[in-house]
Protein backbone atom coordinates (compact mmCIF):
# COMPACT_ATOMS: atom_id res chain seq x y z
CA UNK A 1 0.00 0.00 0.00
CA UNK A 2 1.40 3.37 -0.99
CA UNK A 3 -1.43 5.57 -0.56
CA UNK A 4 -4.37 5.73 1.80
CA UNK A 5 -7.14 7.99 1.99
CA UNK A 6 -8.96 8.73 5.41
CA UNK A 7 -12.40 10.43 6.48
CA UNK A 8 -11.11 11.41 10.58
CA UNK A 9 -14.49 12.09 12.29
CA UNK A 10 -15.31 14.44 15.10
CA UNK A 11 -15.65 13.95 18.48
CA UNK A 12 -17.47 15.26 21.85
CA UNK A 13 -15.28 15.01 24.91
CA UNK A 14 -16.35 15.95 28.38
CA UNK A 15 -20.30 14.62 28.07
CA UNK A 16 -20.76 16.75 31.40
CA UNK A 17 -19.62 14.42 34.02
CA UNK A 18 -16.96 13.04 32.55
CA UNK A 19 -14.59 15.99 32.10
CA UNK A 20 -10.79 15.15 30.98
CA UNK A 21 -11.99 11.78 30.72
CA UNK A 22 -15.04 10.48 28.66
CA UNK A 23 -15.49 10.87 25.28
CA UNK A 24 -17.72 9.95 21.93
CA UNK A 25 -17.25 9.55 17.85
CA UNK A 26 -19.18 11.14 15.46
CA UNK A 27 -20.53 9.92 12.63
CA UNK A 28 -20.66 12.84 10.05
CA UNK A 29 -18.46 15.03 10.93
CA UNK A 30 -14.99 15.52 9.93
CA UNK A 31 -11.78 15.50 8.05
CA UNK A 32 -10.30 14.01 5.18
CA UNK A 33 -7.16 13.62 5.17
CA UNK A 34 -4.57 11.53 2.39
CA UNK A 35 -0.87 9.97 2.90
CA UNK A 36 1.07 9.16 0.88
CA UNK A 37 4.68 7.35 0.81
CA UNK A 38 7.59 9.35 -0.43
CA UNK A 39 10.94 8.24 -1.15
CA UNK A 40 12.17 11.52 1.33
CA UNK A 41 12.15 10.38 4.21
CA UNK A 42 10.45 12.18 7.28
CA UNK A 43 7.10 13.55 7.25
CA UNK A 44 5.63 16.62 4.94
CA UNK A 45 2.15 18.34 4.80
CA UNK A 46 2.12 19.28 1.56
CA UNK A 47 -1.46 20.68 1.45
CA UNK A 48 -4.27 22.11 3.61
CA UNK A 49 -7.75 22.78 2.32
CA UNK A 50 -10.34 24.64 4.63
CA UNK A 51 -8.20 26.13 7.29
CA UNK A 52 -5.38 28.76 7.60
CA UNK A 53 -3.30 25.93 9.61
CA UNK A 54 0.76 26.03 9.53
CA UNK A 55 2.45 23.40 6.28
CA UNK A 56 5.47 22.83 8.64
CA UNK A 57 5.07 19.26 10.18
CA UNK A 58 6.60 20.74 13.52
CA UNK A 59 3.55 23.35 13.84
CA UNK A 60 0.70 20.94 12.51
CA UNK A 61 -0.85 18.22 14.93
CA UNK A 62 -1.07 15.68 12.32
CA UNK A 63 2.94 16.38 11.99
CA UNK A 64 4.04 16.21 15.26
CA UNK A 65 1.76 12.98 15.84
CA UNK A 66 3.46 11.53 12.46
CA UNK A 67 6.76 12.05 14.04
CA UNK A 68 6.16 10.74 17.20
CA UNK A 69 5.20 7.47 15.70
CA UNK A 70 8.49 7.51 13.52
CA UNK A 71 10.04 8.24 16.36
CA UNK A 72 9.98 4.98 17.62
CA UNK A 73 9.51 3.37 14.05
CA UNK A 74 11.86 4.52 12.03
CA UNK A 75 11.49 3.98 8.34
CA UNK A 76 14.26 5.34 5.23
CA UNK A 77 10.92 6.38 3.10
CA UNK A 78 9.15 9.67 4.37
CA UNK A 79 5.15 10.70 4.30
CA UNK A 80 3.19 13.32 2.76
CA UNK A 81 0.00 14.45 4.16
CA UNK A 82 -2.93 16.34 2.43
CA UNK A 83 -5.38 17.69 4.62
CA UNK A 84 -9.29 18.90 4.07
CA UNK A 85 -10.26 20.19 7.26
CA UNK A 86 -13.97 20.25 8.13
CA UNK A 87 -14.34 21.21 11.36
CA UNK A 88 -13.41 24.23 12.69
CA UNK A 89 -10.35 24.46 14.67
CA UNK A 90 -11.18 25.90 18.04
CA UNK A 91 -15.09 24.51 17.77
CA UNK A 92 -14.79 21.82 20.60
CA UNK A 93 -15.35 19.05 18.24
CA UNK A 94 -12.13 17.95 18.19
CA UNK A 95 -10.46 19.58 15.30
CA UNK A 96 -7.37 19.02 16.10
CA UNK A 97 -7.67 15.65 17.53
CA UNK A 98 -9.13 14.24 13.78
CA UNK A 99 -6.00 15.43 12.16
CA UNK A 100 -3.53 14.37 14.95
CA UNK A 101 -5.68 10.50 14.71
CA UNK A 102 -5.73 10.10 11.11
CA UNK A 103 -1.88 10.92 10.48
CA UNK A 104 -0.74 8.21 12.95
CA UNK A 105 -3.57 5.90 11.86
CA UNK A 106 -2.72 6.32 7.67
CA UNK A 107 0.87 5.89 8.51
CA UNK A 108 0.45 2.55 10.91
CA UNK A 109 -1.62 1.35 7.91
CA UNK A 110 1.02 2.33 5.44
CA UNK A 111 3.38 0.18 7.63
CA UNK A 112 1.73 -2.84 7.82
CA UNK A 113 -0.25 -1.86 11.02
CA UNK A 114 2.28 -2.20 13.64
CA UNK A 115 0.68 -0.57 16.07
CA UNK A 116 -2.44 -1.43 17.96
CA UNK A 117 -4.85 1.00 19.62
CA UNK A 118 -3.56 2.46 23.07
CA UNK A 119 0.08 3.13 20.92
CA UNK A 120 -1.95 5.34 18.20
CA UNK A 121 -3.79 6.87 21.03
CA UNK A 122 -0.45 7.85 22.89
CA UNK A 123 1.50 9.21 19.67
CA UNK A 124 -1.48 10.91 18.51
CA UNK A 125 -1.47 12.65 22.20
CA UNK A 126 1.54 13.98 20.98
CA UNK A 127 -0.24 16.58 18.63
CA UNK A 128 -2.70 17.28 21.30
CA UNK A 129 -0.46 18.36 23.15
CA UNK A 130 0.79 20.80 20.25
CA UNK A 131 -2.41 22.25 19.96
CA UNK A 132 -3.21 22.83 23.73
CA UNK A 133 0.09 22.38 26.25
CA UNK A 134 -1.62 19.23 27.23
CA UNK A 135 -1.33 15.69 25.60
CA UNK A 136 -4.87 15.08 26.40
CA UNK A 137 -6.91 11.68 24.99
CA UNK A 138 -9.85 12.61 25.67
CA UNK A 139 -10.79 13.42 21.66
CA UNK A 140 -8.17 11.30 20.18
CA UNK A 141 -9.16 8.26 21.94
CA UNK A 142 -12.65 8.31 20.47
CA UNK A 143 -11.61 9.23 16.80
CA UNK A 144 -9.35 6.22 16.78
CA UNK A 145 -11.67 3.94 19.07
CA UNK A 146 -14.90 4.66 18.00
CA UNK A 147 -17.93 4.42 20.21
CA UNK A 148 -17.56 5.76 24.01
CA UNK A 149 -14.28 6.10 25.47
CA UNK A 150 -13.30 6.62 29.24
CA UNK A 151 -9.50 7.48 30.09
CA UNK A 152 -9.46 5.28 33.33
CA UNK A 153 -6.03 6.44 33.71
CA UNK A 154 -3.08 8.51 32.04
CA UNK A 155 -0.14 6.68 33.48
CA UNK A 156 0.26 4.12 33.00
CA UNK A 157 -2.56 4.79 30.08
CA UNK A 158 -5.85 2.73 30.69
CA UNK A 159 -8.57 3.53 28.25
CA UNK A 160 -12.12 2.08 28.14
CA UNK A 161 -14.00 1.80 24.83
CA UNK A 162 -17.77 1.31 25.49
CA UNK A 163 -20.69 0.42 22.69
CA UNK A 164 -23.65 3.04 22.10
CA UNK A 165 -26.84 1.83 22.36
CA UNK A 166 -28.00 1.59 18.96
CA UNK A 167 -30.48 4.25 19.17
CA UNK A 168 -28.45 6.77 20.59
CA UNK A 169 -27.92 10.21 18.59
CA UNK A 170 -25.96 13.38 19.10
CA UNK A 171 -26.49 17.35 17.87
CA UNK A 172 -23.80 19.62 18.05
CA UNK A 173 -24.71 23.26 17.94
CA UNK A 174 -21.52 25.35 16.77
CA UNK A 175 -21.60 28.86 17.31
CA UNK A 176 -20.10 30.78 15.37
CA UNK A 177 -17.90 32.24 17.54
CA UNK A 178 -14.12 32.36 18.89
CA UNK A 179 -13.48 30.64 22.20
CA UNK A 180 -10.14 30.24 23.08
CA UNK A 181 -9.11 26.63 24.66
CA UNK A 182 -7.04 28.86 27.02
CA UNK A 183 -9.74 31.28 28.15
CA UNK A 184 -12.13 28.32 28.68
CA UNK A 185 -9.41 26.45 30.93
CA UNK A 186 -8.79 29.75 33.08
CA UNK A 187 -12.51 30.08 34.04
CA UNK A 188 -11.77 26.86 35.83
CA UNK A 189 -11.42 26.52 39.65
CA UNK A 190 -8.29 24.16 40.80
CA UNK A 191 -10.82 22.51 43.53
CA UNK A 192 -13.66 20.72 43.68
CA UNK A 193 -15.74 20.60 47.06
CA UNK A 194 -16.10 17.13 48.10
CA UNK A 195 -20.58 17.00 47.77
CA UNK A 196 -19.98 18.25 44.05
CA UNK A 197 -17.27 15.55 43.70
CA UNK A 198 -19.66 13.27 45.21
CA UNK A 199 -22.83 14.02 42.30
CA UNK A 200 -19.87 14.25 39.99
CA UNK A 201 -18.64 10.52 40.28
CA UNK A 202 -22.13 9.31 40.47
CA UNK A 203 -23.42 10.73 37.32
CA UNK A 204 -20.45 9.52 35.84
CA UNK A 205 -21.04 5.53 36.80
CA UNK A 206 -24.76 6.44 35.75
CA UNK A 207 -23.32 7.24 32.44
CA UNK A 208 -21.06 4.84 32.19
CA UNK A 209 -23.64 1.67 33.43
CA UNK A 210 -26.26 3.73 31.18
CA UNK A 211 -24.38 2.74 28.33
CA UNK A 212 -23.48 -0.98 29.12
CA UNK A 213 -27.29 -1.58 30.26
CA UNK A 214 -28.34 0.41 26.90
CA UNK A 215 -30.80 2.44 30.02
CA UNK A 216 -31.68 5.90 27.91
CA UNK A 217 -33.61 7.26 31.22
CA UNK A 218 -30.30 6.48 33.38
CA UNK A 219 -28.18 8.23 30.45
CA UNK A 220 -30.11 11.23 30.47
CA UNK A 221 -30.53 11.62 34.36
CA UNK A 222 -26.67 11.39 34.72
CA UNK A 223 -25.83 14.09 31.96
CA UNK A 224 -25.60 16.65 34.87
CA UNK A 225 -22.67 18.65 35.45
CA UNK A 226 -21.66 20.46 38.74
CA UNK A 227 -18.09 21.17 38.34
CA UNK A 228 -17.31 22.82 35.04
CA UNK A 229 -20.88 24.09 33.24
CA UNK A 230 -21.51 26.50 35.95
CA UNK A 231 -18.31 28.17 35.10
CA UNK A 232 -17.72 27.88 31.45
CA UNK A 233 -21.84 27.54 30.43
CA UNK A 234 -21.16 31.80 30.81
CA UNK A 235 -19.24 32.33 28.31
CA UNK A 236 -21.37 30.52 25.76
CA UNK A 237 -24.18 32.39 23.98
CA UNK A 238 -27.90 31.49 25.08
CA UNK A 239 -26.03 28.14 26.93
CA UNK A 240 -29.40 28.03 29.38
CA UNK A 241 -31.79 28.32 26.96
CA UNK A 242 -30.24 25.74 24.81
CA UNK A 243 -30.06 23.39 27.35
CA UNK A 244 -33.96 24.26 28.38
CA UNK A 245 -35.17 23.94 25.15
CA UNK A 246 -32.87 20.58 24.33
CA UNK A 247 -35.34 19.61 27.42
CA UNK A 248 -38.21 20.43 25.99
CA UNK A 249 -37.44 19.08 22.81
CA UNK A 250 -37.40 15.83 24.46
CA UNK A 251 -33.21 15.40 24.36
CA UNK A 252 -31.95 12.91 27.48
CA UNK A 253 -29.40 15.80 28.65
CA UNK A 254 -27.04 18.36 26.93
CA UNK A 255 -23.82 20.43 27.84
CA UNK A 256 -21.04 21.72 26.75
CA UNK A 257 -19.16 19.96 23.88
CA UNK A 258 -15.06 20.09 24.37
CA UNK A 259 -14.20 23.40 25.88
CA UNK A 260 -17.23 24.78 23.97
CA UNK A 261 -18.62 26.99 22.52
CA UNK A 262 -20.53 24.02 20.87
CA UNK A 263 -23.05 22.56 23.05
CA UNK A 264 -24.40 19.06 21.94
CA UNK A 265 -27.75 17.21 22.85
CA UNK A 266 -27.67 13.35 23.14
CA UNK A 267 -31.27 12.12 21.93
CA UNK A 268 -32.61 8.43 21.74
CA UNK A 269 -33.52 8.33 17.66
CA UNK A 270 -33.36 10.45 14.71
CA UNK A 271 -36.74 11.87 15.21
CA UNK A 272 -36.09 13.44 18.88
CA UNK A 273 -32.75 14.26 17.25
CA UNK A 274 -34.56 16.60 14.63
CA UNK A 275 -36.49 18.06 16.79
CA UNK A 276 -33.48 18.81 19.01
CA UNK A 277 -31.94 20.13 16.15
CA UNK A 278 -34.60 22.61 15.51
CA UNK A 279 -35.11 23.91 18.24
CA UNK A 280 -31.59 24.72 19.53
CA UNK A 281 -31.16 26.55 15.98
CA UNK A 282 -34.63 28.37 16.52
CA UNK A 283 -32.27 29.91 19.72
CA UNK A 284 -29.31 31.23 17.89
CA UNK A 285 -32.19 32.22 15.08
CA UNK A 286 -33.92 34.43 17.28
CA UNK A 287 -30.47 36.24 18.13
CA UNK A 288 -29.37 36.51 14.72
CA UNK A 289 -26.23 34.17 15.99
CA UNK A 290 -24.53 32.70 12.76
CA UNK A 291 -24.12 28.38 13.64
CA UNK A 292 -23.70 25.51 12.54
CA UNK A 293 -26.04 22.43 13.36
CA UNK A 294 -24.97 18.54 13.05
CA UNK A 295 -27.09 15.76 14.33
CA UNK A 296 -25.03 12.35 13.74
CA UNK A 297 -25.38 8.56 15.04
CA UNK A 298 -22.79 7.53 17.37
CA UNK A 299 -19.54 6.40 15.06
CA UNK A 300 -18.95 2.85 16.57
CA UNK A 301 -15.72 2.31 14.55
CA UNK A 302 -14.09 6.14 14.52
CA UNK A 303 -11.76 6.54 11.93
CA UNK A 304 -12.44 5.16 8.19
CA UNK A 305 -10.82 4.31 5.28
CA UNK A 306 -12.26 5.53 2.26
CA UNK A 307 -9.53 4.57 -0.41
CA UNK A 308 -5.86 2.38 -0.61
CA UNK A 309 -3.80 2.24 -3.45
P1 LIG B 1 -10.38 21.70 18.95
O1 LIG B 1 -10.95 21.32 20.29
O2 LIG B 1 -11.45 22.05 17.97
O3 LIG B 1 -9.39 20.70 18.44
P2 LIG B 1 -8.20 23.24 19.93
O4 LIG B 1 -8.26 24.65 20.38
O5 LIG B 1 -7.91 22.16 20.92
O6 LIG B 1 -9.57 23.01 19.15
O7 LIG B 1 -7.09 23.04 18.80
C1 LIG B 1 -6.95 23.88 17.75
C2 LIG B 1 -5.51 24.43 17.73
O8 LIG B 1 -4.62 23.51 17.10
C3 LIG B 1 -5.44 25.71 16.93
O9 LIG B 1 -4.56 26.59 17.62
C4 LIG B 1 -4.79 25.28 15.63
O10 LIG B 1 -4.05 26.32 15.02
C5 LIG B 1 -3.90 24.13 16.04
N1 LIG B 1 -3.67 23.17 14.94
C6 LIG B 1 -2.48 22.80 14.42
N2 LIG B 1 -2.64 21.88 13.44
C7 LIG B 1 -3.97 21.65 13.33
C8 LIG B 1 -4.76 20.80 12.50
N3 LIG B 1 -4.22 20.00 11.57
N4 LIG B 1 -6.09 20.82 12.69
C9 LIG B 1 -6.65 21.62 13.63
N5 LIG B 1 -5.96 22.43 14.44
C10 LIG B 1 -4.62 22.45 14.30
Not at 39 to 62: F, M
Amino acid sequence: MNQIKLFSPATIANLCCGFDVMGLCLDNIGDEVEIHKSETPGVRIVSIAGADLPLEAEKNVAGVAALALLREWPTDFGFEISITKKIKAGSGIGSSAASAAAAVFGINELLGRPYEGLDLIRFAMQGEKLASGSAHADNVAPALLGAFTLIRSYDPLDVIRIDSPEDLYAVVIHPDIELRTADARSVLKQNVSLPNAIEQWGNLGGLVAGLYTKDYGLIGRSLQDKVIEPLRGILIPGFDKLKTVAQQAGALGSGISGSGPSVFALCKGAASAQQTADMMSAVYGQISLKHDVWISSINPKGIKILETN
